[in-house]
Nanobody
């Protein structure tokens, strides 16, 4: 059974940085495409970034392009989200997700989800 555990969230001032981590256990990490989604209060969960099995392809939401970087370390079963130049509108619960089928931007493409980690950006 696949388990995803996120960490690294917290409170940061606008303009600051955070790095989120997500560890996958229970299956071979390199068999999964990985993604980050987020859900702000009162809003739908939305796509943030995704990365292919080997890490050779990455995809970003327009709202985070140029500020966030997704990466993975297959030897450590971990996917990262480096978040720079944070804005108050980045405040949300961030979720890690894994797909055994394909890398994409739709929630329905992902089989497994973490419990989420809170990111709060103060102005």
């Amino acid at each position: 059974q696949v388990q995803l555990v996120e960490s690294g969230g917290g409170l940061v001032q606008a303009g600051g940085s955070l790095r989120l981590s997500c560890v996958l256990s229970g299956r071979t990490f390199s068999s999964y495409c990985m993604a980050w989604f987020r859900q702000a209060p009162g809003k739908e969960r939305e796509f943030v970034a995704a990365i292919s099995w080997s890490g050779g392809n990455t995809y970003y939401a327009d709202s985070v392009k140029g500020r966030f970087t997704i990466s993975r370390n297959n030897a450590e079963n971990t996917v990262y989200l480096q978040m720079n130049s944070l804005k108050p509108e980045d405040t949300a619960v961030y979720y890690c997700a894994a797909s055994s089928l394909r890398v994409g931007r739709e929630q329905s493409e992902y089989n497994y989800w973490g419990q989420g980690t809170q990111v709060t950006v103060s102005s």
